[in-house]
């Protein structure tokens, strides 16, 4: 089923329920049985004082003894999603116009709910008595998704997944300008040369971080990105056969090498030492992704994923910062953990709804119309 032209139902419903799985990662799982993490990221935070024993707790440990990351696995799913839609929006829109119109759809949103979260964090701090911990450069770099180059820590703490999300718009950019978007020799050529990359520079960490801090800073920022930019190469295998452009066997040879060269990148990456977890968190997204599109057909439309589908990427945005400390709030006023948790589910889809409403939507809608005016121009 597709949703006007632009929608396909299956991939709008996973992203609906990864936003969702990212969501109660964060504030059911991580706020409460780990919260150490949690103080430890932004040390602002107050810790927890509840001592209660969440009856869902038997779930996290179970899945963290097998490694599996929640909050981990919905961005894996987001990651094949992107690789899957992105060709599609570039088959419409090119070159400037495809630029125009990512940048209205990804900036505007983050720019308003990021700027929500700053401030949030102003308040919390006065109120609770605690030190602001960012300046005006932070805030700036923050917006601007290139906070990684810099070399600046992430405020939110989701924000490396778009800044992933640009570095990949300029990857198929420049495939598509070639012509080769569609070409399997050139993703499996991509794919090896990214994945060279990384066992390359794997040999220059040492040396880098001991005697050129800046230059080991970019490889790092590079090396890590490759990682997650393979992975979103499988989505654009998934585009090439699902629109027919691929056949069935050019599709698995794709997308069995970009795989092998995403396991082979990640070992050779910055963060070897997660392996483990991501084994047992991106093959079952990459499963659940392909079982999902050979169930395509079954999926019926059901309003309500439709609405965390269409709410998903504000709900990202805001969701995990302003959860955490609305949660502490409401357990140092000594509120029962499952209503604190209910409650604070509420505000932050309520408020996802009213910036996908006020902002997401109507600013889709410009990105379109000036790409489309751009394209008359041109």
């Known amino acids: 089923m597709e949703l006007k032209t632009t929608k396909i139902w299956f991939l709008h419903a996973l992203r609906g329920m990864a936003a969702l799985l990212v969501m109660i990662y964060h504030l059911a799982f991580l706020f409460w049985l780990a919260n150490d993490k949690v103080t430890l990221s932004f040390s602002f935070l107050l810790p927890r004082i509840s ?61 308003i709910g990021f700027t929500l979260t700053f401030l949030a964090i102003l308040l919390y701090t006065q109120t609770r008595g605690v030190d602001f911990p960012y300046s005006i450069k932070n805030y700036l770099a923050q917006i601007s998704l290139f906070r990684d180059w810099l070399w600046l820590p992430s405020i939110d703490g989701v924000s490396w ?14 495939i598509a300008s070639f012509k080769k978007l569609n070409s399997a020799k050139t993703i499996i050529l991509m794919a090896l040369s990214l994945c060279f990359l990384n066992i390359v520079f794997s040999n220059y960490y040492d040396s880098l971080l001991n005697n050129n801090i800046r230059a080991y800073q970019i490889i790092y920022v590079i090396t890590y990105s490759i990682v997650s930019l393979l992975f979103m190469l499988i989505g654009v295998a998934f585009y090439n056969f699902h629109f027919k452009k ?16 995403f396991v082979a990148a990640f070992l050779n990456g910055p963060t070897p030492n997660l392996i483990t977890m991501s084994a047992f968190t991106y093959i079952p997204a990459l499963l659940v992704f392909t079982a999902t599109y ?49 409650f604070t589910a509420l505000i932050v889809i309520g408020a996802s709804y009213i910036l996908h409403r006020l902002v997401e939507d109507p600013s889709n809608q410009l990105g379109k119309k000036l790409a489309g005016k751009f394209k008359v121009l041109v």
């Open 51 to 111: 001592i209660n024993t969440l009856a869902y707790a038997p779930i996290h440990d179970f899945l963290t003894q097998y490694h599996f990351d929640l909050g981990a696995f919905g961005v894996a799913l987001f990651f094949l999603i992107s690789g899957f839609v992105i060709p599609i929006s570039l088959e419409r829109d090119q070159g400037v116009r495809f630029l125009i119109s990512r940048f209205f759809r990804i900036y505007p949103t983050y720019i």
């Open 161 to 174: 997944t778009l800044e992933t999300e640009i570095k990949f718009y300029l990857l198929v950019l420049v």
């Open 246 to 261: 691929w056949s069935a066997p050019q599709f698995w040879v794709v997308s069995v090498i970009v795989f092998l060269c």
């Open 294 to 342: 050979i169930l395509r057909d079954s999926f019926k439309y059901n309003k309500w994923i439709n609405f965390l589908g269409d709410i998903s990427y504000p709900l990202y945005v805001i969701h995990g910062l302003n959860g955490y400390m609305l949660l502490t709030i409401l357990d140092r006023s000594s509120v029962n953990p499952y209503l604190s948790l209910a």
